[in-house]
């Protein structure tokens, strides 16, 4: 989930498990969010977006569901993999508006084989 | 397209040397961002510029920092002087700002400042 203080969130899993982490956006206004991976030494990358009109989205073995009431956000990973190991983040957007990716502190995943 | 495009990839440079850090946008995209990434601090948007036009440098952590988009296709961000704790990743992202698209971002540049 969101981090809280200086450490990052982390979640450690076994490879071949399944995935999910969290994220609590802030503006009620938000209908697009967007889920990054960052891979180390990398930049963040796009996984998967969803909008607000939307309560669920599914990619290749990645599905984000969104839940407007509590303003959540997850991202659940079918049967880990070790290259699914990254720092993953979610970022927020209200349409018509300038769209500045804002992102929290993120969520560490570590798959062991 | 090469995807957005960071130069250089690792910096080191002794404090109160200038230093400067390059960015090549994707083609036709309209938005650019400076973002810093360190441990302590996360990911932090330092500014951003639409069509070349800085919109918003509230993320600018001193006078120190500073950013230009002379054209279309390159923005810099320089630190005069820099200091220690510049020290971080220092990532361009680019974006095109049309019905909310994601943002994409380069490799970053290692900024090592002793």
């Known amino acids: 989930g969101e981090s809280v203080g200086l450490h990052l969130p982390t979640l450690s899993v076994q490879e071949g498990d399944n995935s999910i982490i969290n994220c609590a956006y802030s503006n009620s206004a938000s209908d697009y969010f967007i889920w990054y991976k960052q891979e180390s030494g990398k930049g963040p990358q796009f996984i998967i977006d969803?909008?607000?009109?939307?309560d669920k989205r599914q990619g290749q073995r990645v599905t984000v569901l969104l839940n407007k009431t509590v303003k959540h956000l997850s991202l659940q990973i079918a049967a880990t993999q070790p290259g699914d190991s990254a720092v993953y983040f979610c970022?927020?957007?209200?349409?018509?508006?300038?769209?500045?990716?804002?992102f929290g502190r993120g969520t560490s995943l570590i798959v062991h084989p | 397209d090469a995807g957005v495009i960071q130069s250089p990839r690792h910096e080191v440079t002794e404090m109160g040397q200038e230093v400067t850090l390059r960015c090549k946008p994707i083609?036709?995209?309209?938005?650019l961002f400076w973002y810093r990434q360190t441990m302590m601090r996360g990911l932090e948007l330092l500014i951003y510029f639409n069509n070349n036009v800085p919109i918003d440098d509230s993320g600018m952590p001193e006078d120190r920092f500073s950013a230009k988009m002379p054209n279309a296709s390159f923005s810099t961000l320089k630190i005069q002087p820099s200091e220690p704790r510049d020290s971080a990743v220092y990532f361009c992202?680019?974006?095109?700002?049309?019905?909310?698209?994601?943002?994409?971002f380069g490799q970053g540049t290692r900024l090592t400042v002793v």
């Open positions: 083609s036709g995209h309209d938005y």
């Open positions: 969803i909008r607000s009109n939307m």
């Open positions: 992202a680019s974006s095109f700002n049309r019905g909310g698209t994601e943002a994409f």
């Open positions: 970022a927020e957007k209200v349409t018509g508006g300038s769209y500045i990716p804002t």
